[in-house]
């Protein structure tokens, strides 16, 4: 099933009381629509929003750390704890060592998160799916924040991404992102065979958050 | 007054609802004993932490980024509104640059959040004095978790930082952690002109939390 | 051909001048021996070392910028015109990001330098392999400086290493470090499909440098 | 007596045979002009530059690290054997953390490099400072690489970090960098009350490198 990931980031329109409206907009586009649509609030704000929605919350960023002494940093079993299903890992604005997304991936596995690991270009795609996370989510850095949808601006990065993860690990599931904001490149991303969208300022941004999903989501 | 700061770090004993329980226990020595101690548990648990006690709540971590393209970050205004009031900064588990540093503190002060500086001896608390923090608590690495307490081990490093503060910022406050656990080694702080202790594993870990603390703050 | 690969490290039997000294004992056994040792010493060294010696020198760290305004980086092209013939890259001692070591690796290709990708586990090799490096250098990090050899105390890393990597890269070739020091550890990872080995303190902390390196090759 | 440091960053006009070139136009423009120019080509070229000219020659980025198991690291020992007389420590396009800044000026120190540390602001100016480095250097990240002079655009980041390290250490002297090109930014510089400057793109991408220097030097 095709899925949504909605990266809150660090927007004031996604932060406290405002991560809850706008989880409750998904929610509502989800129940109503029938799509998947999962929503990533800071780390602060999982629990509360964890509580407010039933569609999956992630976190942005989880460190491959267990309990031990181990200061500031996000353990898996933490989010598990405040109610996150799963995590984004490896994002391009909280880029990770390799040995850190592997022991991220192997924490989250552990108690049952789902993994979504970032990328910048096919040979990082092909290198984070031979680590088996859930999703890879390749995501030109370029086209973050740029309004221009990477499935019309690069598509090849994405049809190329999701050959190379199909050669080598079939299992894993290939999104992409960056400039991702209509339906229409909602529609392309997924007839270049990826299985959903990681987005943020197209829909956090818009003036009608619930307008700019419903735009979206037409693209399924 | 004299401080008592508890970093839960990322014990089993002291992530997410045995949180709740360790803050509790704190809330309870504080009051009964009069003294004032803080908690800081993991950003995660920030919320339902400091929705269940009145004693202050620190995070143990803080990204000195704003509203904006971020991801993975912890920024002042989500810790704040999860009801935290100050947060440790550079941890030696979680040493930052030096410019992250100052954005950090500058960023909690914006919203009215309380900061602590960790370093790792005179001359790096004299830096982070200058930066203008509430705290700085000076831990020598090698001395954590090790039981052996700082104000016995180096007192050195407790009084020279003292008095390299006093010296160029006598408003910052000057705590020392490191090995601290018992009322003598929180006693032996204070006696060295430090205004409270930073600790985490001597409490955590012990086999009756209650009793650490009520031990501890015989030093007082 | 079987390779060894030298790591200098920061040591003092390797700094400076001690690093040319060191890096003609290893051309002299090289030659009498018939086999490839390759050196690797600090950046501020490659030029002199390149000068005295004609095995192959390389790099201890190389980052994927190229021309530009960047400040303390060590570029492939800077190493290569001081006479390097590759760089390891992300060994466990300066651990890069998955994104760092893709630019990295291509860097080094475009002008022509070997690379020698180092990882922690099977997993990570899997996914260094995946960015088509020259080798892959397999090396537990718990085993590193220990003197127990890797393959005796893990032979599973480096066999499950080799497989991983024939089963999608099989151009790639695998190297395990961690402990090697003797010619039967040599010898034993030989056997267990590694195409070489990247050791350090073994040879370089040998009260006779010359003498190490000779039992060493025996295991070929 | 006033020093200008030129940071020959990664550019193509500063690498290898390049490097050599440039240093040898400074060294001509320092003594026919008997002003002071340091120079800090890329770590790999620091040993031939240091044998070509007799000005001194800085590194990018220095470790604090010593002898020992570390690899891919910048060892002060390292730089000093290759012919350094100091190095930039935290430019901006190299932050450290802040107590890897006090290890790599502890560490110069002791083999008798020169420091400087370079800061973004005041607050951070005034935190270098207090770890009594040789030279701090303010520089305004979002003004590097802009052609416009730091002295016109921001003059009170000069002035106030003068004012702040003669409060606090007045043994420390301040330089500042960003955007100087001309003479003219030069002389700004100085009557804010800076001991001198740090540059590169105005002079290392000036059409002619000498006349540029000659340019720059009349405003001492």
Partial sequence: MTIIVLNFKTYRESTGEDALTLSRICEGVAREYGVEIAVAPQTADIGRVAEAVEIPVFAQ??????????????????????????????????????????????????????????????????????????????????????????????????????????????????LCGAGITHGEDLRAALDLGSAGVLLASGIIKAKDQRLALEDLVTGI
Avoid: M
Wanted: with cysteine; net charge neutral; aromatic share 2%.
């Fill in 61 to 174: 960023h989880v460190d491959g750390v267990g309990f031990g002494s181990f200061t500031g940093h996000t353990t898996a079993t933490s989010i598990k704890e405040a109610g996150a299903k799963g995590s984004l890992i490896n994002h391009s604005e909280r880029r990770l060592k390799l040995a850190e997304i592997d022991a991220a991936i192997a924490a989250c596995r552990s108690c049952g998160l789902k993994t979504i690991v970032c990328t910048n270009n096919v040979a990082t795609t092909r290198a984070a799916a031979a680590l088996l996370p859930d999703y890879v989510a390749v995501e030109p850095p370029e086209l973050i924040g740029s309004g221009i949808p990477v499935s019309k601006a690069d598509p090849e990065v994405v049809r190329g991404s999701v050959e190379a993860v199909k050669a080598i690990e079939p299992g894993v599931a290939v």
